[in-house]
Nanobody, 123 residues
């Protein structure tokens, strides 16, 4: 059974930082790509950042480039999203997702999903 458990969300002031974690069980990140989507109230879900551990490929949406960093701890089978210089428009539920296909994630899909963690950035 595949499980993705997110943590690390919270309330932060604009300009601050948070680090999200997503612990994966039931899969090996040697064979799965993994990453983060977000969904703000009244808006569609959008891809934020993904990583394919096999060759260290990474994807960042334009709106987070230079501010967010994705990484994987293979020993812990966990993906992290370091979010710096946060803006109020980053406020959303952040969802972890994984797929055998890196490009499927980039296209907006996912084979397995976590429950999400709330990130709120105050101005």
């Amino acid at each position: 059974q595949v499980q993705l458990v997110e943590s690390g969300g919270g309330l932060v002031q604009a300009g601050g930082s948070l680090r999200l974690s997503c612990a994966a069980s039931g899969i090996s990140l040697d064979y799965y790509a993994i990453g983060w989507f977000r969904q703000a109230p009244g808006k569609e879900r959008e891809g934020v950042s993904f990583i394919r551990n096999a060759d260290s490929s990474t994807y960042y949406a334009d709106f987070v480039k230079g501010r967010f960093t994705i990484s994987v701890d293979k020993d812990k089978n966990t993906v992290y999203l370091q979010m710096d210089s946060l803006k109020p428009e980053d406020t959303a539920v952040y969802l972890c997702a994984t797929s055998r296909s890196y490009y499927y994630l980039i296209s907006g899909g996912g084979d397995y999903w976590g429950q999400g963690t709330q990130v709120t950035v105050s101005s």
